[in-house]
Structures are given as C-alpha cells and as structure tokens.
C-alpha cells in the first residue's frame, strides 16, 4: 500500500481560519513537509498536533522530494503546508506535486485559506473573471509587458507584492493608466487587516511613510 501527498492550506493570519478537514489531515498524516519548520511547530503546537517535520522548499527540492517519494512508497500519508496559505499558490510546492504525480502516487488538496482570493473576494472587483499573476518580474520592463497583456484581457488582474515593493508595482501600474481602480490588501484576517482602494496613484500615497508588514495582494 501506498502512501498519499495532502497540499493542507493553512491560515494566513487568523488561526481560526484551519478547517476540520485540514485539522484532521494534519492528526492523520506520519509526516508534515513544511517551509519553515518553526511556523508550522507554532501551528501544530495552537492545534495540540505533534509530528515529525521536514523542511521542503525550492532551495532543498531534489533532496526533499527524493525523501518525501521515498517515504510515499513505504506508504506513509505526507502533508505539505506553507508558512501561509495555500501551498503552490505563489508558495513552495508546485515541483514536489509535479514529482509524486510523475511517480503515481495520489494528491489530494485541502483547500482552505488563500489570500489572493481574500482579497478578491473583499475587492468588489473580479465578477467576470481574474488572473492570478502571482509575484511580478523584479524589473520593469518584464513586469510592464506581463501586466499589459493581462490586462488587454479585460480581467480583473491580482498580484503578490512584498511591502519593500509595493510603492514601485503601484507607481507602475498607475503609470500604465492613471484611472485604474486597485485594491490593496494587507494583514489579511489580523486584527490591522486593512483594504486601500483607489487608483493607483492615490493608494500609494496614502501608503506612502507607512511600515508595512508581510506581503500584500494588490
């Protein structure tokens, strides 16, 4: 008998956001893949869950997915979680799925918190479809033709940004069209969870000489 590969989403902020399902995987699984194995202790620790841990992200995928394979075929269950959310959703995961998928063993998603669709769901926007862009390139030549052609789609557009950059993508996108209408969400399900809405320009002045904690959707 062999074992099978759980993609947990975990909360982004609220701990009150973990589903049954996700609380019953974790009891159930030998083993939980974690990108850092001290944020998922916390987690286990608030849920009363004790397991083995092994860290897993892109910077150790070829020695941890060999393992996590390894393990699968001895038939024990394995979860994967991120830090937050929705693991492979612009998070760590995406190689090791694609890994057990080619060796023929089951994936099974417990779905759960997200914050690109948080935010959409909050925005008033995406009623018509969006794409999801994840993190834009770090240059802007590469961000600027990626966002142009999402948004020729006529869609709704979402996007990660680090709090280091979000005055940048911000400026970009308002220099692209100064009336689009963006919506930016940050500590997301926390008690400062806060959404700025405007266009672009006037988002990030009021953001502007403000510290900015996490990653934000924009």
Excluded: W
Aim: glycine residues 12%.
């Amino acid at each position: 008998m062999t074992g099978e590969l759980f993609v947990v989403a975990t909360p982004i902020g609220n701990l009150g956001d973990i589903t049954f399902r996700a609380v019953e995987t974790l009891k159930s699984v030998s083993l939980v893949a974690c990108e850092d194995t001290r944020r998922t202790q916390k987690l286990l620790h608030y849920l009363g869950i004790s397991k083995p841990f092994l860290r897993y992200d892109e910077h150790v995928h070829h020695r941890a997915s060999a393992e996590i394979i390894d393990r699968l075929r001895g038939g024990a269950d394995i979860a994967l979680v991120t830090d937050a959310g929705t693991p492979t959703i612009s998070d760590p995961g995406t190689r090791l799925v694609q890994d057990v998928v080619k060796e023929g063993f089951r994936v099974t998603p417990i779905p759960g918190p997200s914050s690109p669709i948080a935010v959409l769901s909050a925005s008033g926007f995406g009623g018509n479809g969006f794409i999801f862009l994840g993190f834009l390139p770090r240059k802007e030549g590469p961000a600027k033709s990626l966002l142009q052609e999402a948004l020729g789609l006529g869609r709704t557009v979402v996007v990660m940004e680090s709090p280091f950059r979000v005055h940048k993508t911000l400026g970009l996108i308002s220099k692209m069209g100064p009336e689009l209408q963006v919506v930016v969400g940050r500590e997301l399900t926390k008690l400062n969870e806060e959404f700025i809405r405007g266009r672009a320009a006037e988002v990030a002045e009021r953001l502007t000489g403000r510290t900015i904690k996490g990653e934000v959707t924009i």
